[in-house]
């Protein structure tokens, strides 16, 4: 960020008083901005024993497969946020959906919350985001191909929680490998 979205005036990064974290101040009007965490919304959206999973169209990780899932946008809720990457993204309309899973990822500022739900029907596409949409049996899983950390740890647990037959809530944070020099 260079300059205010207030004033125009240039910005200069500065812990403010009563704060305790660099952000970003406009020297002329005193205007905090904060950066958070985007909001991710996404779905796994199911049919039978078969889960819907779209190749990438987009970067990053193009044509690699990845559940229905993007930026929640202002005046929705994550529900619907959810469902309408599921139409976006696969031309699938989904039924009622439940909390499957919430993943903090720090080091790309990100938040994503994922939800469970059936398809109202096998009728999806791939969108303008997707190259393909398929479903996929569970032991047909593209493993190898799976675009995000994300996706492979819903998927995971999905695969377990559907042998239980039990579906709870699945909190964690998937935390960035370690590199050399770091």
Same mark, same amino acid.
């Given at each position: 960020?260079?300059?205010?979205?207030?004033?125009?005036?240039?910005?200069?990064?500065?812990?403010?008083?009563?704060?305790?974290? $660099? *952000? /970003?101040?406009?020297?002329?009007?005193?205007?905090?901005?904060?950066r @958070?965490?985007?909001? =991710? +919304?996404?779905?796994?959206?199911?049919?039978?024993?078969?889960?819907?999973?779209?190749?990438?169209?987009i970067? $990053? *990780? /193009?044509?690699l497969?990845?559940?229905?899932?993007?930026?929640m946008? @202002?005046?929705?809720? =994550? +529900?619907?946020?959810?469902?309408?990457e599921?139409?976006?993204?696969?031309?699938?309309?989904?039924?009622?959906s439940?909390? /499957?899973?919430?993943?903090s990822?720090?080091?790309?500022?990100?938040?994503?919350?994922?939800?469970?739900a059936?398809?109202r029907?096998?009728?999806f596409?791939?969108?303008?985001?997707?190259?393909?949409?398929?479903?996929?049996?569970?032991d047909?899983?593209?493993w190898?191909?799976?675009a995000?950390?994300?996706?492979?740890?819903?998927?995971?647990?999905?695969?377990?929680?559907?042998?239980?037959g039990?579906?709870?809530?699945?909190?964690?944070?998937?935390?960035?490998?370690?590199?050399?020099?770091?």
């Amino acid at each position: 960020m260079n300059y205010c979205s207030q004033c125009g005036a240039a910005v200069t990064v500065q812990v403010p008083e009563g704060d305790n974290l $660099p *952000r /970003y101040v406009c020297a002329a009007c005193g205007t905090i901005h904060y950066r @958070n965490p985007k909001i =991710v +919304a996404g779905c796994l959206p199911v049919w039978e024993e078969q889960v819907l999973l779209c190749r990438r169209a987009i970067e $990053p *990780r /193009y044509g690699l497969w990845t559940v229905p899932a993007g930026f929640m946008e @202002n005046g929705e809720t =994550v +529900a619907e946020a959810a469902a309408r990457e599921t139409r976006e993204e696969a031309l699938a309309d989904i039924g009622d959906s439940t909390l /499957y899973a919430v993943y903090s990822i720090p080091h790309i500022s990100q938040v994503y919350m994922l939800f469970r739900a059936g398809l109202r029907a096998p009728r999806f596409g791939a969108g303008i985001e997707s190259l393909e949409v398929r479903l996929f049996e569970l032991d047909a899983i593209p493993w190898e191909e799976l675009a995000f950390p994300v996706v492979r740890e819903v998927l995971s647990h999905y695969l377990a929680d559907r042998a239980r037959g039990e579906f709870p809530v699945h909190v964690g944070e998937l935390r960035r490998p370690i590199e050399a020099g770091d």
